[in-house]
């Protein structure tokens, strides 16, 4: 299924379509130590980035859905992403078979509110198009995505472990009637 990327627009950021010329400033946000270090906790070297960069706009033309970049109004540059994914994590189908949400800021984004701006809009869009349950996994340190996670009505599941770290793998059941 391919599908236009959506723009979206909220009072304080746009969600885009990653281009090209983000690729860059995509790479030097993963290789930050601040962003990795509740994810995988070390930096990712330009080709994993690469492959992820890739896999972002695969999702688009495969499922219809998939990460944007995040551009906070009147900075030049993305300052993160936001969307959906599916991660083939092998945790189980109570996880799996669902896409998963994930979203990732800069640090000098961090604390203001824009990271739970970026993901209610990218669910609230999921909501209206996609409209079925997702998941995310978040690790027990992570108390600002845990709040992000909160906020959209994401609820416990289980704990997995991921790479020898304890995961709190989390579900939302769809849109809110």
């Not at 994914?85 to 799996?96: A, I, M, P, T, W």
Request: hydrophobic fraction near 40%; charged fraction near 20%; charge should be negative.
């Amino acid at each position: 299924m391919t599908r236009n990327v959506p723009t979206i627009n909220t009072a304080r950021v746009t969600l885009r379509a990653m281009r090209a010329e983000d690729f860059n400033r995509f790479a030097e946000i993963w290789a930050t130590p601040e962003v990795v270090t509740h994810i995988s906790g070390k930096p990712w070297p330009k080709s994993r980035s690469w492959d992820a960069f890739l896999r972002n706009a695969g999702h688009w033309q495969i499922t219809g859905f998939g990460q944007w970049a995040v551009q906070v109004h009147g900075e030049p540059e993305m300052a993160g992403q936001a969307g959906f994914f599916f991660g083939s994590r092998g945790l189980g189908e109570d996880f799996d078979p669902f896409p998963e949400a994930g979203w990732v800021l800069e640090p000098g984004a961090h604390g203001k509110g824009l990271g739970l701006d970026a993901a209610r809009a990218a669910h609230d869009w999921f909501d209206r198009v996609i409209a079925v349950r997702t998941v995310c996994m978040i690790t027990p340190e992570n108390h600002g995505s845990l709040k992000i996670a909160s906020a959209l009505g994401y609820l416990p599941l289980r704990e997995a472990e991921i790479d020898g770290e304890v995961v709190q793998l989390m579900t939302r059941k769809g849109p809110p009637v």
